[in-house]
């Protein structure tokens, strides 16, 4: 079955250091990958996504790219901030129902 | 902006007891989840809908039932509550093909 495999937490950064969160994936076909964020006490937020291969998906600094040659999508900033502490989750979609394969969570801290 | 409220934000119930989640979009979509959140597993999926009154079982369903009588509404219900069932619950709803929307979750304790 499908499977999404994202790096264990948590990250701790300091304040504009370089972010990479690695996820790579297991699926037949050709799914649509996703990145999620979960702020403290709320719920999922998509963060960006990308539906086919070399797609680019981008969004508040953040980017990832679906490489079907390697089945990654890791997820990079240039430059964190403190708020951008938050659990970040990898996923994948595929099929007419929508369900969605999600990795386990990588928690970031961000300190100053 | 696109809303999914969850009924509760923290629940607290005691073991046996029947228990009501309850989930309300309001952009008119046509599918709707229910999953749990347990640290180190992640996101897994308990049941979801693609239409009012339809329903999957998702990856873990033991335990649980749903209920969807209008568009807008899916409820969660667990039979019986059990100290495993203690958990962050999460709700989503979207159009098919087009990404999740999530409600804010809630805490549900079981003692």
């Known amino acids: 079955g499908d499977s999404v495999t994202q790096m264990e937490g948590p990250v701790t950064l300091s304040e504009e250091a370089f972010l990479t969160i690695n996820c790579t994936y297991t699926a037949t076909g050709y799914p649509s990958l996703f990145w999620y964020v979960q702020y403290p006490g709320e719920g999922l937020q998509l963060l960006l996504k990308?539906?086919?291969?070399?797609d680019k998906g981008s969004n508040k600094g953040f980017e990832a790219t679906y490489r079907k040659e390697t089945t990654s999508f890791h997820l990079e900033k240039g430059s964190v901030q403190v708020s951008d502490s938050a659990v970040y989750f990898c996923?994948?979609?595929?099929?007419?129902?929508?369900?969605?394969?999600f990795g386990t969570g990588t928690k970031l801290q961000v300190i100053p | 902006d696109v809303k999914v409220t969850q009924s509760s934000r923290y629940l607290v119930k005691r073991t046996g007891e029947k228990v009501f989640l309850e989930c309300v979009q309001d952009?008119?979509?046509?599918?709707m989840f229910w999953y749990r959140q347990d640290p180190g597993l992640g996101l897994r999926l308990i049941y979801f809908s693609y239409d009012v009154k339809m329903k999957e079982k998702g990856d873990i369903p033991e335990g649980y039932s749903v209920s969807r009588e209008k568009k807008e509404r899916f409820s969660l219900i667990l039979e019986s509550a059990s100290t495993n069932q203690t958990s962050m619950y999460l709700c989503?709803?979207?159009?098919?093909?087009?990404?999740?929307?999530f409600g804010p979750g809630t805490r549900l304790t079981v003692t």
């Open positions: 952009m008119d979509h046509e599918n």
């Open positions: 996923a994948l979609s595929r099929g007419g129902y929508q369900k969605v394969t």
């Open positions: 989503a709803s979207c159009r098919p093909s087009y990404e999740q929307y």
């Open positions: 990308a539906t086919k291969a070399d």
